[in-house]
């Protein structure tokens, strides 16, 4: 499978570091991985806030921009097999921004990431959140999830596996880890969305439940056991 190419996002990258991170110690010295790493971006992102972290990245192909190539130790993966065996140590924080709507199974991919982590590291997961008003309104009226949807205008193509909270969760649950905290970004926002449908979604809002706002769901997971 051939992932796709990850551009910086750098109000999400924001984002993690301003509110995420707050959740550990960031003084610490830590070792870090980010898969699905692409062209390097977040990885020069982070590189930027903590130099005295050891971060390396991880996906099917090497570094591309940002001349990382003799910056960052890369290794060369495929995240939908087990890549777990490919990559040396442990690790105290592991990164997945916007790739597991890229891979075929979930529950493999959490597995592989508790094997790469020392018992407390912490694993953080950024899929789209299709639990939001405004795609919920796209399924009532399409019958499909947003960014999945079967017509081109409407849907990302590399986007196969929807992710939704409860299921997550309980898959995080059954492969080790426990869920610190679900975030959503942008916060209380309907990003994207036209005006009508953010009309509809203000007026409806009220009466349901669920992660209702936000474009992306940003799960704070931790090694419990495995």
């Known amino acids: 499978m051939e992932l796709r190419r990850y551009v910086a996002i750098p109000a999400v990258y924001e984002y ?57 130790k890369f290794t060369r993966v495929d995240l939908n097999k087990s890549f777990s065996r490919s990559i040396k140590g442990k690790f105290d924080l592991i990164t997945a921004i916007e790739v597991i709507e890229h891979l075929e199974n979930p529950r493999h991919f ?12 912490k694993l953080i ?11 919920r309104l796209r ?10 949807d079967s017509d081109p205008k409407f849907n990302e193509p590399t986007h196969i596996t929807p992710i939704q909270s409860y299921l997550f969760s309980r898959a995080a649950r059954d492969t080790g880890f426990r869920v610190i905290k679900q975030f959503y970004f ?21 009466f349901l439940h669920g992660h209702k706002f936000g474009e992306k769901n940003i799960f704070l997971l931790e090694k419990i056991n495995g």
């Open 16 to 72: 993690l570091i301003n509110h995420v991170f707050s959740f550990f110690d960031v003084k610490e010295i830590y070792r870090v991985i980010d898969l699905g790493a692409g062209s390097g971006a977040f990885i020069n992102f982070l590189s930027r806030y903590y130099p005295y972290w050891h971060i390396e990245g991880a996906d099917n192909e090497n570094f591309v921009e940002f001349g990382l190539k003799d910056r960052f």
């Open 110 to 121: 959490l597995r592989e990431c508790n094997k790469l982590l020392k018992v407390g590291g």
């Open 125 to 135: 997961i950024t899929p789209p959140n299709i639990e939001s008003i405004p795609g």
């Open 139 to 148: 399924f009532l009226v399409r019958g499909n999830f947003k960014h999945f």
């Open 186 to 206: 942008p916060p209380g926002k309907f990003y994207g969305s036209r005006s009508i449908v953010k009309i509809a979604a203000l007026i409806i809002s009220p």
